[in-house]
């Protein structure tokens, strides 16, 4: 059983507590589109594990990172978002601009991106 945090949106939504619009799920992570998108495909892909954000990252759990980003590039492959391009962004901390205190990873496509981002 993954370790969670019950105080935290998206362990609550990985728990089943809060309905989302999943799209791919296995053990370790958990898919689902975002609900105020902000491209046309607006992804969040969370590990089931609560881990605060990147900087919580270390030898005994990176594997999830593996795990997340090989999963990025076969859901872009398989939702056709692979050949215009998509961006794949997280935000760590207050300055950051992370606003749920569990990794996360934003996958963005279906438009022309601008850059800076913010």
């Keep these: ?6 105080d935290c949106i998206f ?3 990985i728990n089943n507590q ?8 296995d053990n370790r992570i958990l898919v689902f589109k975002d609900i105020n998108p902000e491209a046309p ?17 270390n030898s005994s759990n990176s594997d999830i990172i593996k ?4 999963k990025i590039s076969e859901l872009a ?9 998509y961006r794949v962004i997280t935000n760590c901390g207050k300055h950051g601009g992370q606003t749920v205190e569990h990794l ?12 800076p981002p913010g």
């Design 67 to 70: 795990h997340i980003f090989e």
């Design 104 to 115: 996360h990873f934003h996958v963005l496509a279906g438009r022309q991106l601008q850059w």
């Design 41 to 57: 495909v607006h992804l969040l892909i969370i590990p089931k594990e609560h881990i605060k954000n990147i900087s919580e990252i």
């Design 18 to 25: 809060i309905k989302s619009d999943i799209i791919y799920q």
């Design 77 to 85: 492959v398989n939702l056709n978002i692979n050949k215009d391009g």
């Design 1 to 6: 059983m993954s370790i969670t945090n019950q």
């Design 11 to 13: 362990c609550k939504i």
